[in-house]
């Protein structure tokens, strides 16, 4: 992990307070919870949490992500790979410098499961 020091400023903080409002409602749409994690320091770190009964597939959800916001998906599962506890990860490009989304897919189980 880096220290305090070894963290450069960046714009993350800046998406929290103008792209999170717009995201949680796409989110909450395909029936997700969109949650922020992370320091900000890096970049924008997000957790979709499978919500409703009816969910749809990661690739449904940035499908509207990149259509509405002028994102990029650059990393995707098959480069990135699945994480700790079956989180599907993506990055996705803000479109200049090193401004990214940290967002990972919480596994989507059937209901009682």
């Not at 909450?28 to 994690?37: C, F, Q, T």
């Not at 990661?58 to 480069?79: G, M």
């Amino acid at each position: 992990m880096k220290t305090a020091d070894q963290i450069k400023p960046n714009f993350g903080p800046i998406y929290a307070a103008a792209m999170y409002p717009g995201l949680a409602g796409i989110f909450h749409r395909h029936g997700y919870a969109l949650a922020v994690h992370g320091s900000l320091a890096r970049d924008f770190d997000l957790i979709a949490v499978p919500w409703s009964e009816i969910v749809s597939d990661a690739e449904s959800v940035l499908k509207e992500v990149t259509s509405v916001y002028a994102l990029r998906v650059i990393d995707a599962p098959n480069r990135v790979g699945i994480k700790n506890h079956g989180r599907i990860a993506y990055t996705i490009s803000c479109g200049f410098g090193e401004c990214s989304i940290d967002l990972s897919f919480l596994p989507i189980h059937p209901k009682g499961v």
